[in-house]
């Protein structure tokens, strides 16, 4: 019971924050090409975690990271990811800033070429919250984290040789109805 009041609390908190507010228009997509196999979310991805632990500089040399924070607004502070191609690997930490538990202001970050956002939020509302609303085995996903709550931080490490030169990518949240305002764009520099 209580799980369908929160769900109840947030869709109608979803419904009031988005009132009068449009979606924003994708941006033109490319021509479709090979799509790279999804990355694990972070909490399966033991080695890359160990190795992060354990003071592996990869990830936070020089501008290999990126904090994201997300709220109870659901927005993320920012609009654009910068992934250095001169990085082995790139970390992504979301923190959820606001309050709400994951059930009712859930949220988590997707990568995807932007051509393929919609389908992965499509076919991730089908999927669970245990899931990370995010579709078992979907290969149009490059990366994900953990579906969080308010008060908790994930993180997931991307290798930015799994970003085509000249193709557009998007990172964003795929709780359901939370995309029509947190999405970015990602760019490799």
């Known amino acids: 019971m209580k799980i369908y009041l929160a769900l109840i609390s947030a869709a109608a908190f979803a419904l009031s924050a988005c009132g009068g507010q449009e979606a924003a228009a994708p941006a033109a997509q490319p021509a479709a090409s090979e799509t790279p196999a999804p990355a694990a979310p972070a909490s399966e991805a033991a080695p890359v975690a160990a190795s992060a632990a354990s003071g592996s500089t990869a990830a936070t040399a020089e501008g290999c990271e990126v ?3 997300s709220d109870d607004q659901m927005k993320f ?4 990811l910068a992934i250095k191609k001169s990085c082995k690997e790139f970390k992504i930490v979301l923190k959820h800033t606001g309050k ?3 059930a009712a202001m859930g949220h988590n970050i997707v990568i995807s070429k932007a051509e393929d956002a919609q389908g992965v939020v499509s076919d991730g509302a089908g999927a669970t919250a ?3 609303f995010v579709k078992e085995g979907d290969t149009r996903v490059i990366a994900y984290t953990k579906l969080i709550g308010g008060g908790e931080e994930t993180s997931v490490t991307v290798d930015p040789s799994k970003f085509a030169e ?3 990518y998007e990172f964003y949240c795929t709780f359901p109805g939370h995309y029509g305002l947190m999405h970015g764009t990602v760019k490799l520099i």
């Open 77 to 80: 502070d920012k609009q654009e």
């Open 130 to 132: 245990e899931k990370d």
């Open 100 to 102: 709400m538990p994951k």
């Open 166 to 168: 000249g193709s557009q």
């Open 67 to 69: 904090v994201v924070n």
